[in-house]
């Protein structure tokens, strides 16, 4: 027996101070359903998961049955669950919710939960904005019109406002977006092109402006852009004595762009090739030159 116990061994002590707070939390409730349901709930952690996480669980989801208690007077349906603590809320009681599962007292509603999930992460979305912007109001509308009329989904709403409040709200005081800001925008986030040309027609219908994506300027745009990174890697590396192996890979892919206008996202030393006292860059068939000086930091 460990020191201190007496004649009362861990679990037994454990036990008890369970049954305990069992007791007191049970006071806080007024509903003999919920009374009877955190019990059960109690009862179930012993068996699953032991005495001594019980006891752990047993104040950490009291919040959960004082919730239904103050509102249902019971443990509701799960739409119900789901509509007033949301996606993001019911994670904090997934034990709650596993115990109702397996005695076969909630059905998941896999529909209902991914269109409240979105409906979080779209308010999310709109938290972004510090003011109200007309244009991306009049867009929503334009969205729930269409998810209205079954053309389209809430995650396919969520996809397509993302990018366009990423465009208001990384301008300040900005009523419509001009040509010259989108074109720094997809130039910078060019994955974003197929998402956000909704909003381009929206505002070229319902606001009259005369935006386009100009793919060739923007690449234009990013091609400038990966230039001068590629310029600053190569000064960075060429002022350090040592390269680490992943700066040598860092370094060829920096020169190889600098030079010869090539983006190689992950080149390899192997494909370095020496030809009569030459060095070159090997890939795709094709061979690309590199500076003596490039490969006396590689080795």
């Not at 992943?246 to 762009?257: N, W």
Request: charged letters at 25%; glycine letters at 2%.
């Amino acid at each position: 027996m460990p020191s201190g116990y007496g004649k009362i061994c861990s679990t037994c002590t454990k036990r008890t101070l369970l049954f305990k707070l069992i007791r007191i939390n049970t006071r806080l409730f007024h509903n003999k359903e919920i009374i009877t349901a955190y019990k059960k709930f109690i009862f179930w952690c012993i068996d699953k998961f032991g005495v001594s996480l019980a006891l752990h669980k047993s104040n950490s989801h009291v919040s959960f049955f004082i919730t239904c208690d103050d509102n249902w007077r019971k443990i509701p349906d799960y739409s119900l669950l789901l509509t007033y603590f949301r996606p993001n809320g019911l994670r904090h009681h997934l034990t709650v919710l596993r115990w109702l599962i397996d005695n076969n007292l909630l059905v998941i509603d896999e529909k209902l939960k991914a269109e409240i999930a979105e409906t979080d992460k779209i308010q999310a979305l709109f938290n972004k904005l510090q003011n109200p912007i007309p244009c991306i109001d009049s867009y929503y509308k334009h969205l729930k019109r269409k998810y209205n009329d079954g053309k389209t989904s809430l995650k396919s709403i969520r996809l397509a406002l993302q990018p366009a409040i990423d465009l208001m709200s990384s301008q300040t005081k900005i009523v419509l977006p001009t040509q010259t800001q989108l074109n720094n925008y997809l130039a910078l986030k060019i994955g974003q092109t197929a998402a956000i040309s909704g909003f381009i027609c929206h505002l070229n219908e319902a606001y009259y402006c005369e935006i386009e994506i100009d793919r060739k300027h923007i690449q234009t745009i990013k091609s400038k852009i990966l230039r001068k990174h590629c310029d600053q890697i190569l000064i960075a590396l060429y002022q350090q004595k040592t390269l680490t192996e992943s700066e040598k890979i860092e370094l060829i892919y920096a020169v190889l762009y600098s030079l010869h206008n090539v983006l190689i996202r992950y080149p390899r030393k192997e494909n370095i090739l020496e030809l009569e006292g030459a060095y070159y860059y090997h890939e795709n068939a094709k061979m690309y030159f590199l500076p003596t000086d490039v490969y006396s930091r590689l080795i």
